[in-house]
């Protein structure tokens, strides 16, 4: 009985950690509330989340806990962009892998971000980046694309977090 799913970005991961330890273990526990890591974002989240134990290089536990939450993508579609918006709000440029929305340049990894929620409507996308989010906000709509504060404040409405 899930009725919220946030798929978050890096930087929302991180300052969660940084900022709220537990959060992410609070989510886990609840039956109503749970959130995705794209399997781009755990692969940046796990060059800096090794550390030495007995002489070897192993992940961190705050990282491991992520494990049961890594969604794929398995393709950013090139059909989405001619079935989604017309032409002039996206354009890929191929030779500096990149996509311009609406004026903002966006990597192909924040864009894969979009695209996932694009096709799960149950996700909600949580991002500090700028562009990205003003992004995400033309393509899905203003409700399916949060800040970090807006995050807190809809899990906070839910009872998750005081």
């Given at each position: 009985?899930?009725?919220?799913?946030?798929?978050?970005?890096?930087?929302?991961?991180?300052?969660?950690?940084n900022k709220?330890?537990?959060?992410?273990?609070?989510?886990?526990?609840?039956?109503?509330?749970?959130?995705?890591?794209?399997?781009?974002?755990?692969?940046?989240?796990?060059?800096?989340?090794?550390?030495?134990?007995?002489?070897?290089?192993?992940?961190?536990?705050?990282?491991?806990?992520l494990l049961?939450?890594?969604?794929?993508?398995?393709?950013?579609?090139?059909?989405?962009?001619?079935?989604?918006?017309?032409?002039?709000?996206?354009?890929?440029?191929?030779?500096?892998?990149?996509?311009?929305?609406?004026?903002?340049?966006?990597?192909?990894?924040?864009?894969?971000?979009?695209?996932?929620?694009?096709?799960?409507?149950?996700?909600?996308?949580?991002?500090?980046?700028?562009?990205?989010?003003?992004?995400?906000?033309?393509?899905?709509?203003?409700?399916?694309?949060?800040?970090?504060?807006?995050?807190?404040?809809?899990?906070?409405?839910?009872?998750?977090?005081?």
């Amino acid at each position: 009985m899930i009725c919220k799913e946030y798929l978050l970005d890096t930087n929302i991961v991180i300052k969660v950690w940084n900022k709220y330890p537990t959060l992410l273990d609070t989510i886990e526990n609840i039956k109503s509330v749970d959130f995705k890591i794209s399997k781009d974002i755990a692969g940046e989240l796990s060059v800096k989340e090794y550390v030495k134990f007995n002489e070897d290089f192993v992940l961190s536990n705050k990282f491991l806990k992520l494990l049961g939450h890594i969604i794929t993508n398995n393709e950013t579609s090139s059909n989405f962009i001619n079935d989604s918006l017309p032409s002039d709000f996206i354009k890929y440029q191929q030779d500096k892998n990149i996509y311009l929305v609406n004026g903002d340049k966006i990597s192909i990894n924040d864009y894969s971000l979009i695209d996932i929620c694009k096709k799960n409507k149950e996700y909600i996308l949580v991002t500090e980046d700028k562009k990205l989010i003003r992004s995400a906000r033309i393509i899905l709509n203003s409700s399916r694309a949060l800040n970090f504060q807006e995050f807190l404040d809809d899990l906070r409405d839910l009872d998750v977090l005081q």
